[in-house]
C-alpha cells in the first residue's frame, strides 16, 4: 500500500489493528446504506446537490443530521486502519474537517433556506454527527 505505514513490532497488534479496521468499514458502509436506504424509501434523490424534497428525520437521520457522510467517514478511517497507513488516515482527518467546517455548513444553510423553520427545529434536536 502506498504511503506511510505504522510499524509495529509487537506481534497480534497489526492483525488486531487490520481486524478492527474492516470492522469499522463495515460498519460505516452499513450506516450509510441505511441512510440511504431511508432517503430512498422517502422519495429523496440521492443526488449530491439535487433539490431537497422533503426533511427527512427518521431512521439514522433521528441519531444525526449527516449519516451518509458519518458513514462514508467511518468507512474510509477503517480502511485506513486497516492498511495501517498514516498518509491515509491523515487524509481521512483532513476529509472529516472539510466536511463539518466547509461543506456541511453550506449544506444546512442551504436545507435552511428551504426548510426555514422546520430545519431550525430539527437542527436544534438533533445533532449534526451523533
Known sequence: MAGVTFWLPMPGVAQALAATGWGLMLLGLGWAAWAGRTL???GVALAPGAPPLRLVDDGPYALGRHPMALGGLVALAGWA???????????????ALWFDRVQLPREEARLAAHFGGWWRDYAEDVRRWL
Open 81 to 95: 486502519l486497516a492498511a495501517q497507513s498514516l498518509s491515509l488516515g491523515i487524509a481521512v482527518l483532513a476529509l
Open 40 to 42: 430512498h424509501r422517502a
